[in-house]
């Protein structure tokens, strides 16, 4: 039976070009990146251009970008030392941030006694730019604003120009956690006022394990992990030389196929919402599912009902991978803090379904009538 995967806001399938270049990479250039012979020369200059496809991708500069382990530890280093290095003493950010942005707040209002404010939202996720502005207007101390690009339970996206702006009227830092929109959406940040940015690869159809966090050139900070030299003395520890190079070509892929894939996934995303309409399964959609959102997420609201406890369980043995709040804490499945502060009818089923290009609109089909048949 041919598995159908929908739970690519968790993780996505690697490209094979990707695969090709580090299986390639991991045979033919074993060196250090920090020596100073031709093997490790052969490797810092993989590890360069990479940076170089990165920044590319962002129209950055190449000292903008600083390679880590993944969007966790982006995200880490970017509000902790910021609070650390930059003086901040107030965080602005929002209820429904991934647990590693959310969680370093709580560690960082107990530690460090900065406060942390978290904005409401509507409904459907959206914050208020207007909120937001009133807090910052009010604010006597160095602030922080962090908010994410998209989510990633529900696909609300927020509008980092604007957000930009405010921060730039009133001299905040702004860090924006884009894990689930970089090679989705174009995102250029010398357009936008921003700070600190995180990506990782594992969602682009690159290898897990490799991010970047991107440091704008007035915002000095000092290390998140302490060692050697590495990454202009930004992050110790020798690189992950396959996992990053396997990370440039998943964004250099990314960015050639941009608009065909989106193009494509948003039909799939629209056509889904219309199958679930033709049927009487009664469903709701937590988050905005217009034009304007995600188009590789589909949270899928099911009314009171028997079959909803065992209902991933289900899908999966009938093949349908999927998932139920935050795919990162999966297994788990602890009430989601996301659906939670949307406020609405705490007995309903959330069920996210994430689309990549591999999905096909037969995929679709053959969910709804598992869903139908599971149901009835
Ligand atoms: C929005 C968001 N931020 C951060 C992360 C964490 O990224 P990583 O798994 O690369 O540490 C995820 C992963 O699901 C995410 O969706």
Redesign the pocket.
Known sequence: MNRIYLDN???TKMDSEVLEIMVETMKSTYGNPSSTHTEGRKARALVESARKMVAQCLNASINEIFFT???????NTALKCAVRDLNIKRIISTKI??H??GHSLSHIQRRSGVEVILLDNDSDGHISLNQLEQYLAGSQVKTMVSI?H???EIGTVSNMYAIGELCKKYGAIYHS?T??TIGHFPIDVSRIHIHFL?G????IHGP??A?FLYVNSDNLIEPYIDGGSQEKNMRGGTENLHGIVGMAKSFELAMKHMEERSVYISQLKKYFIEQFQKTNLKVEFNGDISDQSLYTVLNVSFPEHPKNEMLLFNLDIQGISASGG???TSGAEKGSHVIAALNKDPFRRAVRFSFSHHNTFKEIDIVIEKLKKIYH
């Open positions: 806001a968790a993780t382990s993944g969007g966790t530890e982006s995200n941030e991934h590693c942005v994410m998209a989510n990633n956690d894990v689930q995180s990782a690869a594992h969602k897990k394990g991010g935050s795919a990162c």
